[in-house]
């Protein structure tokens, strides 16, 4: 099916494992996002990526690593889990603004949920 | 910069009764406005966006959501709420020129609708 697809849904680890969140696009948009939405917070920009090889830092990058190798896959890892990173990471794509009434709305993931004990 | 700030973290309300969930933003740029609203275990969709041009802007499910320049709010409404509406909603904002894509959220306004 056509849209955004997040995996794993839901990840139990433990502190300092390393753990890969994949999102993948069949839309061909081209900017890419992750967010984390903890309660009281919102969500809150961690990384994005306006291209294939193209990526940038967000409001909370530190602990996190993103790749972007192609343009419909935007892989998030988390190279040593810590407990402050347990939250619900939700990928987004969005077309981009250039060549009109682009508005640049966000299409969003189901979500992962991520627990590090 | 920009930044969001969403008055209520949570607003019971009765069925059938009108809701106002506030929003406030602020930015040195032009910006576009969103209301995207997120049902439980899902993510976001869109809700209802400003661009330009008619500071009302509507969505197919009756709410509604005005731009007041001056006070720099995007305030969603809905005259009369359904147990449906249970959801929680995020007000957002992001540059409109160009180069801008990086949206900004509110910490969200959980609605709840009562019988």
């Known amino acids: 099916d056509a849209g955004i697809t997040q995996s794993p849904r839901y990840k139990i680890t433990e502190t300092g494992r390393q753990v890969t969140l994949m999102c993948h696009q069949t839309?061909?948009?081209?900017?890419m996002f992750w967010y984390r939405q903890d309660l009281g917070h919102g969500l809150r920009l961690i990384y994005y990526?306006?291209?294939?090889?193209?990526?940038d830092k967000g409001e909370v990058p530190d602990g996190y690593v993103v790749s972007r190798s192609k343009t419909e896959n935007f892989p998030l890892t988390l190279e040593s889990a810590t407990r402050s990173q347990t939250s619900v990471y939700f990928c987004?794509?969005?077309?981009?603004?250039?060549?009109?009434?682009?508005?640049?709305?966000?299409?969003f993931g189901e979500g992962s949920r991520l627990t590090v004990l | 910069a920009q930044s969001v700030t969403q008055l209520d973290s949570q607003v019971p309300v009765f069925e059938e009764a009108p809701v106002e969930l506030r929003c406030n933003y602020s930015?040195?740029?032009?910006?576009?406005l969103f209301w995207y609203v997120q049902y439980p275990n899902q993510g976001l969709q869109l809700l209802l966006k400003?661009?330009?041009?008619?500071?009302l802007v509507k969505s197919i499910n009756g709410f509604e959501a005005e731009f007041n320049k001056s006070q720099t709010s995007f305030h969603l409404r809905k005259p009369s709420v359904h147990i449906s509406d249970t959801a929680e909603y995020f007000c957002?904002?992001?540059?409109?020129?160009?180069?801008?894509?990086?949206?900004?959220f509110g910490a969200g306004t959980r609605l709840f609708v009562k019988a």
């Open positions: 987004a794509s969005s077309e981009s603004l250039a060549g009109g009434m682009n508005t640049g709305e966000l299409f």
């Open positions: 839309w061909s948009h081209s900017y």
């Open positions: 990526s306006a291209a294939a090889d193209i990526t």
């Open positions: 930015s040195s740029v032009s910006v576009y």
């Open positions: 400003y661009l330009s041009g008619s500071t």
């Open positions: 957002a904002v992001r540059p409109s020129g160009t180069g801008g894509f990086k949206t900004i």
